[in-house]
C-alpha cells in the first residue's frame, strides 16, 4: 500500500522531467530498495518507460538507499549535502544515477496548479507562496537573532562568542604555564636526587 502512495507522486514528477525518464529506461528491470529504518523499507523496480512500479517479493535489490529519519526533511529542502549522508550498496552506476536524478527533480508546482485553476492565478498563488516562505525564514532568523541577544546581553544566560574566544585564549595560556612549570620541577627533582 505504501509503494502505490509513494509511486503516483514520483511518477507524476518523471512525466513532468521526460530527462529523468530518459535516463532511467537504460536501468529498465532493476530495483532500488529505499530503506529508512524504522519507518519505510521500499522497492522500486524501473519500467521500460522510465517510470516506477512496486517491487515485486522475489526481485533482487539491485541497489539499497538507507536514510537516517532526521535526512528527510533536509532532502525534501533540496540540500545537497544530505545526499552524501544517504548510505549506498549495491550496483554503484545505478545508485548514482538514482542520486543524481533526484537532487535535479523539481515539482513544478505553478504547471500544475494552473491545469486546475488558470495560469494567472496559479502564477499568483506561487509568488505568494514563495513571499510567504521569505518572510517565514527572515522572521525566524529574527527572532532566533533577537533572542540569542537577550540571552547574551540583557540576561546573560549564554556566554558571547568573544568572550568564549577570550577564556579559552586564557585557558590555552595557563595550559603551557602549567606545562613548563611541570618541566621545571622535574629537573628540579632530577636535581635533588
Same mark, same amino acid.
Request: with cysteine; charged share 25%; hydrophobic share 45%.
Given at each position: ?108 508546482? /505553478?504547471?500544475?496548479?494552473?491545469? &486546475?485553476?488558470?495560469?494567472? %492565478?496559479?502564477? =499568483? @498563488? ?5 513571499? +510567504? ?36 585564549? /586564557?585557558?590555552?595560556?595557563?595550559? &603551557?604555564?602549567?606545562?613548563? %612549570?611541570?618541566? =621545571? @620541577? ?5 636535581? +635533588?636526587?
Amino acid at each position: 500500500m505504501l509503494a502505490s502512495v509513494t509511486i503516483a507522486p514520483l511518477n507524476h514528477l518523471l512525466r513532468g522531467e521526460s530527462w529523468a525518464r530518459k535516463r532511467l529506461q537504460p536501468c529498465a528491470g532493476k530495483t532500488a530498495r529505499f530503506r529508512v529504518p524504522p519507518f519505510l523499507d521500499l522497492a522500486l523496480t524501473v519500467q521500460a518507460s522510465g517510470e516506477l512500479s512496486p517491487a515485486s517479493t522475489a526481485a533482487p535489490n539491485d541497489a539499497v538507499f538507507t536514510l537516517d529519519p532526521g535526512l528527510l526533511p533536509r532532502l525534501l529542502a533540496c540540500d545537497e549535502d544530505a545526499y552524501r549522508e544517504i548510505r549506498v550498496s549495491g550496483d554503484s552506476a545505478f545508485a548514482e544515477e538514482i542520486l543524481d536524478i533526484g537532487k535535479n527533480l523539481r515539482w513544478d508546482v /505553478e504547471q500544475d496548479l494552473s491545469a &486546475a485553476i488558470g495560469d494567472i %492565478l496559479a502564477h =499568483r @498563488v506561487v509568488r505568494t507562496g514563495e513571499s +510567504l516562505m521569505r518572510w517565514h525564514t527572515g522572521t525566524i532568523r529574527n527572532v532566533s537573532q533577537t533572542l540569542l541577544e537577550y540571552l547574551t546581553e540583557e540576561q546573560p544566560l549564554l556566554a558571547r562568542p568573544p568572550d568564549m574566544h577570550e577564556f579559552i585564549n /586564557e585557558v590555552n595560556a595557563l595550559r &603551557a604555564k602549567v606545562a613548563n %612549570l611541570e618541566i =621545571r @620541577v622535574k629537573a628540579l627533582t632530577n636535581q +635533588l636526587l
